[in-house]
């Protein structure tokens, strides 16, 4: 522990209780990202982006253990998380109108911002199924149906298991959350999936 000097409003500097040190986790977005390279390099653990379809994440995985191979270690698929955009209900119906349907569905207003961010920034590879796509296919129903997850308890889990059968092992699956137009839907949401993945 360092001293607390008062002048430069340090306080004081305490040791992290973790050995050596507490976990650092970093975001992975690109397509074959060279950063998670570093961060199997460094020990970092991936969490590869909610906003990416699912045919990249692989890269992410690739990269991250030849990161660690460059390290003289072996990666472990239990330190990589995967976020994706989850939504549970009790019935399909409900699940796919609040999900991905409704003008006025939390996740299509999400993805219909994220969709032109990414175009602003000329980063909307991370929704393209190939380079030479055309970014007009990228509307609004093309974004919700790849990338939201809805739907019962037990489809919304096959739909993971089809994940981890498409991309490999994963640690952990991060449930991304959206605004809460209908609270009782959302908390609903959080609860079932909540429930069933422990």
């Keep these: 522990m360092r001293r607390r ?7 004081e500097l305490y040791k992290p209780y973790q050995r050596p040190r507490p976990e650092i986790v970093g975001t992975v977005v690109a397509p074959g990202s060279r950063g998670v390279i570093a961060m199997g390099e460094r020990d970092f653990h991936p969490l ?3 906003f ?4 990249w994440l692989p890269s992410h995985w690739q990269n991250y253990a030849a990161g660690k191979r460059n390290a ?6 239990a330190d990589w998380r995967v976020a994706r955009t989850l939504f549970v209900a009790d019935d ?14 939390p996740y299509r207003y999400y993805w219909r911002m994220m969709g032109k961010k990414m175009r602003f920034s000329n980063r909307q590879i991370v929704f393209n199924t190939h380079p ?4 007009a ?6 974004l919700v149906d790849r990338l939201v997850l809805c739907g019962t308890v037990n489809h919304v889990v096959d739909q993971i298991l089809a994940l981890r059968e498409e991309i490999g092992e994963f640690g ?8 809460w137009v209908d609270p009782a839907l959302a908390r609903r949401s959080h609860c079932c999936a909540l429930w069933r993945m422990e």
């Design 48 to 50: 590869s982006a909610n």
């Design 92 to 105: 399909d119906k409900m699940a796919l109108r609040y999900g991905r349907q409704d003008a006025n569905s």
């Design 137 to 142: 296919e990228l509307i609004d129903d093309y």
């Design 52 to 55: 990416l379809l699912s045919q």
């Design 132 to 135: 030479e796509q055309d970014d």
């Design 172 to 179: 952990e699956i991060v449930y991304a959350g959206m605004d």
């Design 72 to 77: 003289g270690k072996i990666a472990d698929p």
């Design 5 to 11: 000097i008062a002048e430069i409003n340090r306080g």
